[in-house]
């Protein structure tokens, strides 16, 4: 118990600072996927099975490089002008190519983009990565200051006196 006493301190100072270094590391880990919206108006209203066609064309080109997610998906009403591109990229995927294949399939189809009415970006971090970095930061910083307090043999205080040469102190300078 005194061990804990004279070396709590010092113990939770060295695991915090190992927590703040892991939470200053979290800043440079990219994100696991960024998931880009765009919309467009077309020239002419959507067939019936134009987007399960474009769906499947999509498939068979764009969409085998990645094994873990969809890269790239069109949605749309039929009848209506509006198209839906949605391109989910991970680490290694690049947007630009894809952006640029998806519209040579459109234009391949036939279909005419009149308007590019918006666009949105969304990122996914990688959450449990840092949750798993912080934990580890502070479970080494805990075994860090525990093993530099059991390496503390400074008496600094009369209750070290006290404790380590069970002598009684007459003065301290």
């Known amino acids: 118990m005194y061990f804990l006493k004279k070396n709590i301190l010092n113990i939770i100072i060295c695991m915090l600072s190992f927590g703040v270094l892991a939470t200053v590391v979290n800043f440079f880990i ?3 996927s960024t998931t880009y919206e765009e919309y467009y108006t077309l020239e002419t209203a959507l067939e019936p099975n134009s987007i399960a066609d474009l769906n499947i064309l999509l498939n068979d080109t764009i969409n085998n490089s990645s094994d873990n997610i969809h890269v790239a998906e069109l949605n749309g009403q039929t009848n209506s002008n509006l198209l839906q591109l949605s391109i989910t990229t991970e680490s290694g995927i690049n947007y630009d190519s894809i952006h640029s294949q998806v519209h040579d399939i ?4 036939g279909f005419v983009i009149t308007e590019n ?9 990688n959450e449990a990565l840092q949750i798993i970095i912080v934990m580890l930061g502070l479970i080494i910083g805990t075994v860090a200051g525990i093993i530099l307090a059991v390496n503390n043999n400074n008496i600094n205080t009369e209750e070290d006196i006290q404790y380590y040469l069970n002598e009684r102190t007459l003065g301290t300078f």
């Open 30 to 32: 990219p994100p696991s």
């Open 106 to 109: 459109l234009e391949s189809e």
């Open 117 to 125: 009415v918006s666009q949105l970006t969304y990122e996914t971090s």
